[in-house]
């Protein structure tokens, strides 16, 4: 089996120059596999560097499988020769005197099967008939669970302090940029946390793939906020997106939890950021028989979900 090596880079190129330099081999003595392309994120955050494997060392020689010799055909000759010598040879008495037995035994045999066979094929022509009349069954449809119902968020009334015109002050500049016309409003859930929400229409480009520009968004605002005074805690939700993913993480965690159990294995999740790390520790950390733990370094930092080593035999 052939040896290979991970190695990453800001682009495939360099990656690829990072390993033939590690190995001192040149680009034709080896093979790459692309693991990850690199991402260059928004606004220069969440950037993704390019991830290959690289294969080097000699390739396994196939392995060929030897048949085996067919027979030679005797000749004609020889067969003929054999044929007569069965026919020619005498019959011993004991096959003589066994004979005559076996035919009686073959003749009460038959006699029997003439007696039994009628009622087996009444029985055998009967199951067709009852399976005409046996109508086909309509397969009743299947009804659908319905979906938990996101929970209802009690944040309080809109604050307009110091810190909250900094972020509308922010915020309405760079989605003027963006041109989006999003209503921004702030609350105040709890000392030292800023809740954003952004209502309107066609919020979507706002949100991003998996909610990587809101992501994005929020990391700048709470960057200008957070420049002068008291360092807070700024979340930026729109249409409701932080509770369908937290629920979908959610039902995620536990899907996978029941797989660790039932293979006894770990199962690596996909990369995420913080806060979705810490709603899948959260909805596992009182599921009996797993534990789960981060690995890695961001953007690719992800969660591992385990079996407890106390539940290990």
Known sequence: MREYIDVTGKNEDEAI????????????????????????????LGACPAKIRVFYGPEEEPVVKEELPVPAERPETV?????????????????RTERPEKAERSEKAEKVEKVEKPEKTERLERKPQRQERTQPQTQKPQRQEPEEPLPVQNLGEEVDDEKAQAIKTFLSGLLNQMESQAEIKVYLPEKGRYKVILEGQGLGSLIGRRGETLDAIQQLTSYAVNRTGNRVRVQLDAEGYRAKREQSLQHLARKVAGKVLRYRRSISLEPMNAYERHVIHTALQDYEGVTTYSTGVDPNRHVVVAVDRGERK
């Open 79 to 95: 067969r003929k020769a054999e044929r007569r010598e069965r026919t020619e040879r005498p019959m011993k008495k004991t096959e």
């Open 17 to 44: 120059s990072k390993a033939l330099s590690q190995l001192g081999l040149d680009r034709d003595d080896v093979s790459v596999e692309v693991l990850e392309r690199a991402k260059s994120g928004f606004l220069g």
